[in-house]
């Protein structure tokens, strides 16, 4: 079902202290209608549902493995993730695919793992500057798309799309060119929401919230400051009446 989202995606930042304090500050100044969820690193997911268990903040992890329990050194279970809390979990982001090799495949195993536990998948999508140079943009997000969500039940599913080329640029995609894909995205996943990652800024959030097919935000480091981030849900409200 369609619906505003605005997601933060800590990745490798933070301490403890740090991310308690960060976190109480968010339950103190969030107050907002639009689903709000936090993907701190999974060493804190357990001392953040803690903090988040009383607010209108929601718990998500930023990568999982697909088996339940067993010999798979370093990973972690959707079991594991469910029992601290969570509710959505992240799957195939850009850093995931392009630093840590993962394959369409596994991110298929994933999102059907991640469904058969009752966890809402993020699906990350997008395509690298060379492969829009290319002219491949559409393409291979089509692919991606359709390979992590092949015969998957599509109601609790969340799709963000982040052109790998603005992700931790400071500029964002363009106007345009976030319209187009969001409107290709839509046209594969209908009423899925579709978020945009990629450099949202508060500065930038009011007019990406303009386009229609943005459902809302996935935000990496403007995500790491409570009060910006904050800044953000409310521009991105603003943008779209919700009051
Ligand atoms: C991300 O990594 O998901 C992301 C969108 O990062 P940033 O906002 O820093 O570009």
Request: overall charge negative.
């Amino acid at each position: 079902m369609r619906r505003n989202i605005v997601a933060a995606n800590w990745k490798m930042h933070f301490g403890i202290n740090e991310a308690e304090n960060v976190a109480e500050r968010m339950v103190e100044i969030i107050k907002n209608k639009t689903e709000v969820i936090v993907c701190p690193p999974f060493v804190f997911l357990d001392r953040l549902s803690r903090v988040f268990s009383d607010s209108l903040i929601k718990l998500g992890a930023q990568n999982m493995y697909f088996e339940e329990k067993g010999a798979f050194t370093g990973e972690i279970s959707p079991i594991m993730l469910k029992s601290v809390g969570c509710e959505y979990v992240i799957l195939g982001h850009s850093e995931r695919r392009h630093i840590f090799g993962e394959s369409d495949i596994d991110i298929h195993k994933k999102v059907v793992s991640a469904i058969e536990h009752d966890l809402k998948p993020i699906l990350c999508v997008g395509e690298t500057l060379a492969q829009r140079k290319d002219g491949k943009a559409k393409d291979v997000v089509e692919r991606q798309v359709i390979a992590a969500l092949d015969g998957v039940d599509l109601s609790s599913v969340v799709v963000a799309y982040e052109p790998v080329w603005a992700i931790g640029t400071g500029v964002p995609a363009d106007l345009d060119t976030i319209n187009e894909m969001h409107t290709f995205i839509r046209g594969l996943v209908e009423d899925v929401p579709v978020l945009y990652g990629g450099s949202v800024k508060d500065k930038n959030a009011f007019e990406l919230a303009h386009i229609d097919d943005v459902d809302g935000f996935l935000v990496g480091s403007a995500s790491l400051d409570a009060d910006v981030f904050k800044k953000i849900i409310d521009e991105f409200e603003r943008a779209k009446g919700v009051n």
